[in-house]
């Protein structure tokens, strides 16, 4: 018969344990038990329900040894006769959860199921037990469909439509029993031993009083379309309307912990907004949103436990996560009381030598090693790498493989260096030899591959230890077992958020290189890498060294520049040019149908191409490129007479193509040079998309119509041949490195103001009515705007690039400049702050800059730290502001007392003043006469006449931000307008240094001044 612990032998632990643990005034003796002792985890992801959680315990046991690989921090104790583990998580969401569930089971093997316990965000919804509060409980169970927990941001595209496909396991039958016989003794008794557990944690103590209840009063509910007003503050802090508050009755049971069971929902990140917890809480009855339920369920019988400390909307309020981690804690402390002890006792232990649980840990190992070579290779080459061998012709490259230096190199560890011409096909061979070595020594655990493609488009993905990471990160791919000093090495970066460091990347490749019998590295293009000769050496030398102590076999490909020839001049090379039979296989492969007709046309093409292009594969594609669009055998044949043949031939070449693209009917001409303007000089490389965005923007209209969009196939065939696509990684672009040289030499031709015309798009981009709404509130809205305006990116983070090449159009800026929304928008995609002055200043926009201050929208506050430097940031120190507040949302101060006399007449403008049109300028705008006048003055800087004197503290409180406000007395209703040209600072300086008192601090201060208006 199964035996039940009952509430009577609760009450007499509690009696005597006097409350748990930490109540006790001296540290019992702790009893130490084994790994297989253990039959319950507790898993809570924060550092304060952890807290909780130990609070719970009747006693706490002595820690047990573990390996180094398992990097979980385990508490052990009981709670009445069950041994129980409680492991937190190193970082909140399902992946850690994942990790710390497997690596608990592993380590005690005796494990039955799991409580995961901790804080939620709950849907303010009517249950059976009322209405859903703070500091209530939702404790997951099976309703209709879903098993209790779904996992909400997990699913597939089907018929245009989400469908979600993250089911989880339900709770273990003991476990759903357990929570309805504890609510059924709750509804019959009059104690509420839930709230006696909470009474466990002394709030007392300083350090315990954030488990304290907060109050009723302090429990707010907002209209699910009123937005937070301050994001980074709670809105006890921020300016949130709290009439704005939905009115709810307080019930009897309000003041008491309420228990709700229904559906739990997990996802990747803390949801804040309440539209989206509206609906999934209406599509799937939805009680609570939490982050590591799917992590922990996927391999472990587990109930969710979750104390309710927000409604998942934007106004953040952590004045509840104490007392709701108490809550969460108290409830399954109370659990333990409800379960069958011969129940838990009967479970089937699954033993370390079962198949499945093998599978399970190495499933764990090889989603850990995934992550980890995900996380260091931000550059994904396999794509390219299946891109080049589609473009490959088959049955060409083979001849590598036969010369004598390649079969060395694939023996030996050794260097082999292959240079040629460009176009001779390096690129294509590459991905021949990376595919040749996948097939041969891919099963072999003991070989290591990794490659690198670099290329001109992605130099900014081709710093040194990006590349070098990248390497290391396809080694651990590679590898069984993750040896400690990588997992260390990975933890240590990936938890804090920081790039490692290049020293560290060096010694984790010298690692993961020596637990390889053998790796090969194969590096593309080497001349593509860096613009920067030094940087390229560097990463040439670093891999030559490891190159010396490992069996490693290194290959290179570039073209034959000395500076990379004489880093190889002590090795084996082969030359890369396209053999007359690998050409002769391209061309009869892709010769026009009005050729393939005329067997002795198609022998005079074939001999002709061949004899032109001498080793060169790029030359021989536009060459035939160029023969596609021709109608007639004539044609054909003069063509072939104005073929070119040498170190001319590419520049003809794509003379030849962009006359065919300017011959081209309609819009396809103007199609095809924008797209190429776009592809020439962005900043980064473009996918399909956003080309396809960038081209349908329409400048001046405000809103984007998807009509715009060009067809893909007219765009890519409009560009004759001069454009490739990837259709892995989405990536459009030139097809060759020849191209964008030739591009970039002749873009005078072309396209003159190319960097006028992306960055004009991108700004009307910015500007569409679409993003006049509320700045998005988490990276969930943010990626859902993304892909509605995949351009948006981009176009944040590069039309100042291309303004910086070529001005563009003022007032297309200032419509960007003077709404907040949009501003802040871009603002927040950027990640950058500025303030629209600054920029205005900065591009020499002088009636924008005017216009933001005739409006008050200055914003220093934003910008007291980060642009306290530099030509703005020095000549704001001596603005005076003009009948605005720069800071208008700041309280006002008593006015400062910036001079001993007053009734100064001011003068308009300095002498000499103006400023041309062009030149980054300053207004400064007083709110009311200015106290001082600009003297003139001797030749040895002295002021010519009777002139006031500033009195210095009030000329310091003048070169003060002053809390963000002028130092003015008072203000005036008439505005006196000062525009001071950039060229006459040093005058003005000059003068406030003769107006002044002799001060050296002063004096110091309006000399660093100078020195920095020209920054």
């Known amino acids: 018969m199964l035996k039940r612990a009952n509430h009577a032998d609760d009450r007499e632990v509690k009696r005597q344990k006097g409350g748990g643990p930490a109540q006790n005034g001296a540290e019992p003796q702790k009893k130490k038990f084994t790994h297989e002792d253990y039959t319950v985890g507790w898993v809570c992801p924060l550092e304060i329900e952890l807290t909780a959680a130990l609070q719970m315990l009747d006693e706490e046991h002595e820690s047990l040894p573990q390996p180094p690989t398992d990097h979980n921090i385990y508490h052990l104790g009981s709670i009445a006769s069950y041994k129980v583990v409680i492991a937190g998580l190193w970082q909140a969401g399902n992946n850690p959860a994942t990790a710390v569930v497997i690596q608990m089971r592993i380590r005690f093997p005796n494990l039955r199921y799991a409580l995961l316990v901790g804080i939620g965000g709950g849907v303010p919804r009517t249950t059976d037990n009322g209405m859903l509060r703070l500091g209530h409980v939702v404790v997951s169970k099976p309703v209709g469909p879903f098993s209790g927990a779904i996992q909400y941001n997990h699913g597939k595209g089907r018929d245009g439509v989400f469908e979600r496909t993250g089911a989880l396991a339900p709770p273990p039958t003991v476990l759903l029993l357990a929570a309805q016989a504890l609510a059924v003794q709750r509804a019959r008794s009059d104690e509420d031993h839930i709230m ?70 997990s996802g990747e990140l803390v949801l804040r907004d309440s539209a989206l917890r509206d609906k999934l809480a209406q599509e799937y009855g939805v009680l609570c949103f939490e982050m590591e339920a799917a992590g922990a369920m996927a391999d472990f019988p587990c109930l969710v436990i979750r104390g309710i400390s927000h409604y998942c909307d934007s ?3 952590d004045q509840w996560q104490g007392f709701a981690a108490a809550a969460a804690a108290a409830y399954a402390r109370q659990l333990f009381f409800h379960m069958p002890i011969d129940e838990v ?137 993750i040896p400690e000093p ?99 296989r391209y061309v009869e492969s892709n010769l026009p149908s009005i050729v393939r007709r005329r067997p002795d046309i198609q022998n005079l093409v074939i001999s002709e191409i061949i004899k032109k292009v001498d080793g060169m594969f790029s030359l021989a594609r536009l060459y035939l490129n160029s023969l596609k669009g021709k109608c007639s055998i004539a044609a054909i044949k003069e063509s072939l007479n104005n073929f070119k043949a040498g170190s001319e031939a590419y520049e003809h070449a794509y003379e030849k193509a962009m006359e065919q693209i300017q011959q081209q009917i309609g819009d396809r001409a103007e199609l095809a040079k924008r797209a190429l303007a776009w592809l020439t000089f962005a900043e980064r490389t473009l996918t399909l998309t956003e080309l396809q965005h960038a081209l349908a923007v329409v400048i001046g209209k405000s809103s984007f119509d998807e009509e715009n969009l060009p067809d893909v196939e007219v765009m890519i065939s409009s560009c004759a041949g001069l454009v490739t696509y990837n259709k892995e990684n989405h990536i459009i672009r030139l097809a060759h490195y020849t191209t964008q040289e030739y591009l970039e030499k002749t873009w005078t031709s072309w396209f003159p103001n190319a960097h006028c015309a992306l960055g004009e798009a991108c700004v009307t981009y910015l500007c569409y009515d679409d993003f006049e709404g509320e700045e998005c509130e988490c990276e969930y809205k943010y990626e859902e705007r993304c892909q509605k305006y995949p351009l948006y990116p ?58 933001l201050l005739n409006i008050g929208k200055v914003r220093l506050h934003v910008l007291k730290e980060r642009f306290g430097r530099g030509r703005l940031g020095s000549l704001e120190r001596l603005r005076v502001a003009e009948g605005n507040d720069t800071n208008p949302s700041e309280p006002s101060d008593s006015p400062s007392p910036a001079i001993s006399s007053d009734n100064y007449e001011t003068k308009s403008e300095l002498k000499d003043g103006g400023a041309s049109s062009t030149e980054p300028f300053i207004l400064l705008t007083p709110t009311t006469s200015p106290p001082w006048s600009m003297p003139e003055l001797t030749n040895d800087g002295q002021p010519a006449g009777n002139t006031a004197k500033l009195d210095p503290a009030a000329s310091k409180s003048l070169l003060s931000l002053d809390n963000g406000r002028c130092g003015c007395p008072t203000k005036q209703k008439k505005p006196c307008k000062v525009k001071i040209a950039e060229e006459k600072i040093d005058h003005m300086i000059k003068s406030m240094l003769a107006l002044i008192p002799s001060s050296p601090e002063l004096e110091g201060e309006l000399e660093n001044l100078a020195k920095l208006v020209h920054c």
């Open 345 to 481: 006792k009967q479970q089937t232990i699954i033993p370390s030598t079962d198949p499945g649980f093998k599978m399970l840990v190495q499933r764990s190992h090889d989603q850990e090693r995934q992550q980890m070579a995900s996380w260091l290779c931000s550059t994904d080459y396999a794509s390219d790498h299946s891109a080049n061998l589609r473009e490959r012709q088959d049955g060409t490259g083979q001849w590598i493989f036969e010369t004598d230096e390649f079969r060395q190199w694939e023996r030996e560890k050794g260097v082999l260096f292959c240079p040629g011409i460009p176009g001779a096909g390096k690129t294509i061979l590459t991905s021949i030899v990376v595919d040749y070595l996948r097939k041969k020594h891919g099963s072999n655990n003991g070989v290591g591959l990794a490659y690198i493609f670099c290329n001109f488009q992605q130099q900014q993905n081709q710093q040194l230890d990006i590349i070098l990471a990248n390497i290391l990160g396809q080694l651990v791919r590679g590898l069984y077992h």
């Open 486 to 584: 990588i997992q260390a090495f990975y933890e240590t970066y990936q938890r804090n958020g920081m790039q490692p460091q290049l020293d560290d990347v060096l010694e984790m490749l010298a690692v993961a290189s020596g637990l390889y019998s053998h790796v090969y590295m194969v590096i593309d293009a080497l001349d593509e890498c860096s613009d920067s000769d030094e940087k390229r050496n560097h990463l040439i030398s670093h891999i030559l060294d490891l190159q010396q102590h490992f069996n490693i076999s290194f290959m290179a490909t570039a073209r034959s520049i000395p500076g990379i020839i004489s880093q190889f001049e002590n090795f084996p090379s082969v030359e890369i040019r396209a053999s007359d039979a690998d050409v002769k």
């Open 315 to 317: 106004h953040n309020n």
């Open 196 to 265: 006696e557990n909470v009474q466990r944690i002394d709030t007392s103590k300083p350090q315990l009083r954030r488990f304290k209840f907060p109050g009723i009063e302090n429990e707010k509910l907002f209209p699910a379309d009123y937005k937070h007003l301050c994001p980074g503050l709670s809105f006890q802090e921020s300016e949130c309307d709290t009439a704005q508050c939905i009115k709810r009755e307080i019930g009897e049971l309000d003041q008491l912990i309420v228990v709700h069971r229904g559906t739990v929902a």
């Open 794 to 851: 981009y176009a944040a983070e590069s039309w100042l690039y291309h303004a910086r090449k070529q001005p563009l159009n003022h007032s297309l800026i200032g419509k960007l400049l003077l709404s907040d929304r949009k501003f802040d928008a871009w603002v927040q995609a950027r990640k950058e702050e500025t303030t629209p002055l600054h920029l205005a200043v900065e591009l020499g926009l002088e009636g924008e800059a005017e216009a």
